[in-house]
């Protein structure tokens, strides 16, 4: 299917044409019928000879509804601009022509109604030479009659010509479903309509909704149900989850999490503009429409805060509006999440920057050296592709470079730590990310490389020592221990040595000394060797036994039982013996 949208002065014949194109009254609401102009959003569809099938969305020409107009091309690929021949160009075909261009409409063709009330020779002539300043450019031209059916064959076959050189949408693209109409149908419940620009649509599907679930219960096309609808389609969606009351035109029904909604963007006019523009201008995009304060950064550069968040993507086309001087300026979206602007010069600087920064791929990894860390579902979100040569660390990417650029930073925030904490065997993960200035510890383990490493919550170096007075102090104790293992040093001897709490930590964390309980430190092995001496025992045996079997005091023996119990070494019996287990 193709979509497109009309375009042109009220009274010049819009939605005749389309009604002798379509067989179709596009105009809906009787006091459209009544007045004979198109208030709101009209819609028809035809089969063309080649079997090719089209919809047409007929927009309003009257100025009081340029909104309602707005709301009708803001999705559609390409436009049928109408001039009538008794009358010839206007002031409101400029006006809907400048829209075209601002949107960048490349695609269209120009057809000149009430051929048969006037020489359609002069307006066509005319109309397709101001068209041709647009981005437009040169159109196919055809002049007709609705009333007697002159030239609606030549129309048809400029209509194929056009729609033959649309390019093709993508129905893998995440959906961005800009609601014009919503509905209740009786049996049913709430329907919406819309035109699929890209993307795929299916029955079940579950689609986000200004932050909340709802489900495709049924789905049609041109009026009739289908499973699935690819772009681009106009579509027509019943919901679940949704009551039409809380529906309004402009609403967006969204792929989850595939389009970060935002307020605040950047963007760069696609013409500069000589006169200063107001301070608040009115956003367009789909069938959207935003007040918006403007804050002119440099050039074509501009900031937009927008009354209300909208699910946008970089390259986004917006249309802006000035209401009272009946204006309109193309502006591409650059920037979904910029920075804070604080420093005297920063918005020019800004404008600067988004000046040199491409587009595609270039332009993703140019911003993503800017930001340096950003999660990979919201710079995806933000519209951007993931350069090729960004490094992945969990959900995060990192900019190109940024991670070897870290790596080399980390052994000295160690060494400076360990100057300053000598008896810590490295910093805590915290200490690392607040130095490297990271925005989640998670990404500690991708920048810690050999000979350091992560133990316990601390990035450590393989080569870490005790100071050296303290390892003195730890090698006495261990010399004495090796004949007597058991025999646990008297707290004032670890005093007397120069080992208090602080010292005996570090080195029962350096594996040199192993913590029985509080006051008691033995060497590393101390289980295996209490193991063997139990093993010489009947089973199961008393305490006195195994303090007898060890050598060691009840001031040992006791807390050594019960670490022994707690690793597993030994089982404590009901009657308060132990086994080996």
């Known amino acids: 299917m193709d979509v497109l949208a009309t375009a042109g002065h ?3 014949g819009k939605s005749t044409l389309v009604t002798a194109l379509t067989g179709m009254e596009p105009d809906r609401w009787e006091e459209e019928r009544r007045r004979g102009l198109t208030i709101d959003l009209g819609f028809a569809w035809t089969t063309l000879p080649s079997g090719r099938r089209l919809a047409i969305v007929d927009v309003p020409g009257h100025e009081r509804f340029v909104g309602n107009m707005l709301a009708g091309v803001g999705s559609v690929p390409a436009a049928l601009v109408v001039v009538a021949a008794d009358d010839g160009w206007s002031a409101q075909t400029a006006e809907h022509v400048a829209v075209l261009d601002a949107l960048g409409v490349r695609h269209g063709l120009l057809a000149v109604t009430k051929s048969d009330l006037a020489d359609p020779a002069p307006v066509l002539a005319d109309a397709a030479e101001r068209l041709a300043g647009t981005s437009l450019g040169r159109v196919p031209a055809v002049a007709v009659s609705a009333r007697s059916g002159t030239g609606l064959p030549e129309l048809a076959a400029a209509l194929e010509q056009v729609l033959a050189g649309l390019p093709a949408p993508d129905p893998a693209a995440p959906v961005r479903l800009w609601i014009d109409r919503a509905f209740t149908i009786r049996g049913a419940g709430t329907v919406v309509t819309g035109t699929l620009a890209a993307g795929t649509v299916t029955t ?18 041109l009026g009739e149900p289908v499973e699935a609808a690819s772009a681009t389609a106009r579509v027509a969606l019943n919901l679940r989850g949704v009551a039409v009351e809380e529906l309004s035109r402009g609403d967006a029904l969204l792929t989850p999490d595939a389009f970060r909604r935002t307020a605040d963007l950047d963007v760069t006019l696609v013409r500069p503009v000589e006169e200063k523009l107001p301070a608040e201008l009115v956003v367009h995009i789909g069938s959207a429409t935003v007040a918006a304060r403007v804050r002119p950064l440099d050039g074509s550069a501009l900031r937009l805060r927008l009354a209300t968040e909208l699910p946008l993507r970089v390259g986004d086309r917006l249309l802006l509006r000035d209401p009272g001087a009946r204006r ?20 020019r600087t800004r404008a600067a920057e988004l000046a040199e920064q491409p587009l595609g791929e270039a332009g993703a990894r140019a911003d993503l050296v800017r930001r340096r860390f950003v999660r990979r579902a919201d710079f995806v979100a933000m519209g951007w592709p993931v350069p090729a040569d960004a490094t992945a660390v969990g959900p995060w990417l990192l900019a190109p470079g940024l991670a070897d650029e870290l790596a080399a930073r980390v052994p000295q925030v160690v060494a400076r730590y360990r100057q300053l904490r000598p008896l810590e065997p490295g910093p805590p993960t915290a200490v690392l990310r607040s130095a490297l200035e990271l925005p989640d510890v998670e990404l500690v383990p991708a920048l810690v490389r050999e000979p350091l490493a992560l133990r316990d919550g601390r990035v450590v170096s393989g080569a870490a020592a005790l100071p050296p007075a303290v390892q003195q102090a730890v090698d006495g104790i261990r010399a004495r221990l090796v004949q007597e293992p058991f025999a646990a040093p008297e707290a004032g001897d670890l005093v007397a040595a120069g080992l208090g709490p602080r010292e005996l930590a570090a080195a029962v964390r350096d594996e040199q000394l192993v913590r029985i309980t509080e006051g008691i430190y033995l060497a590393p092995g101390v289980a295996e060797q209490a193991r063997t001496r139990l093993a010489a025992l009947p089973q199961p045996f008393t305490l006195s036994e195994a303090r007898k079997a060890w050598g060691t005091t009840r001031r040992v023996a006791v807390p050594l039982a019960e670490w022994l119990d707690a690793r597993g070494v030994t089982v404590r019996q009901p009657d308060n013996t132990r086994r080996l287990r």
Do not use: F
């Open 204 to 221: 079940g599907d579950r689609l986000d909704l200004g932050g909340r679930p709802v489900t495709v219960r049924g789905l049609q096309s």
């Open 10 to 12: 009220v009274d010049h």
């Open 328 to 347: 309109v300026h193309g502006a591409d979206v650059r920037d979904v999440d910029p920075p804070e602007l604080r420093r005297r010069g920063a918005a």
